[in-house]
């Protein structure tokens, strides 16, 4: 799944949990599992697929930002959306020669790793996007 998809969803469940620390990192990472195994579309399997990369990121980072901004729970709301994307960094360590394997669990085999055509597997990661801010954004500022 994308940066994007993976930041909001974990925004969203460190807002809804709030504490303890250890459960939300631990539930981001699992959200992480359970979203790739959601048949989606990954970018990475175009040819040049790095400026998308960069655009997701980017994407990602102003999502949780407004995501915090809206939020009384920010730090939950930023650690649940940091732990939930961040195993998708060794694809990144790896692409660039700094890590040579995977490790995640969701990203080595026989790991039931979804994936799906293009439209439908864009649409998926759109919605949990959308339900995403919109529960993220039902807690008021006080
Ligand atoms: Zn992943």
Same mark, same amino acid.
């Given at each position: 799944?994308?940066?994007i998809t993976h930041i &909001? *969803?974990?925004g969203a469940l460190g807002t809804w949990i709030k504490r303890p620390i250890w459960l939300i990192v631990i539930l &981001? *990472?699992?959200s992480h599992l359970l979203l790739d195994m959601i048949p989606h579309w990954d970018y990475t399997t175009i040819f040049r697929w790095e400026s998308l990369a960069i655009v997701d990121t980017l994407s990602g980072i102003l999502l949780i930002a407004l995501m915090m901004q809206r939020n009384r729970h920010r730090?939950?709301?930023f650690l649940g959306g940091i732990f939930s994307a961040l195993p998708d960094l060794e694809g990144l360590l790896i692409h660039y020669g700094y890590l040579s394997r995977y490790y995640f669990p969701s990203h080595i085999r026989?790991?039931?790793h979804g994936s799906s055509e293009m439209f439908g597997g864009i649409l998926v990661?759109?919605?949990i996007v959308l339900v995403s801010l919109f529960v993220t954004m039902r807690e008021k500022r006080d």
């Amino acid at each position: 799944m994308w940066f994007i998809t993976h930041i &909001a *969803l974990g925004g969203a469940l460190g807002t809804w949990i709030k504490r303890p620390i250890w459960l939300i990192v631990i539930l &981001a *990472l699992s959200s992480h599992l359970l979203l790739d195994m959601i048949p989606h579309w990954d970018y990475t399997t175009i040819f040049r697929w790095e400026s998308l990369a960069i655009v997701d990121t980017l994407s990602g980072i102003l999502l949780i930002a407004l995501m915090m901004q809206r939020n009384r729970h920010r730090t939950a709301c930023f650690l649940g959306g940091i732990f939930s994307a961040l195993p998708d960094l060794e694809g990144l360590l790896i692409h660039y020669g700094y890590l040579s394997r995977y490790y995640f669990p969701s990203h080595i085999r026989p790991f039931p790793h979804g994936s799906s055509e293009m439209f439908g597997g864009i649409l998926v990661q759109v919605l949990i996007v959308l339900v995403s801010l919109f529960v993220t954004m039902r807690e008021k500022r006080d």
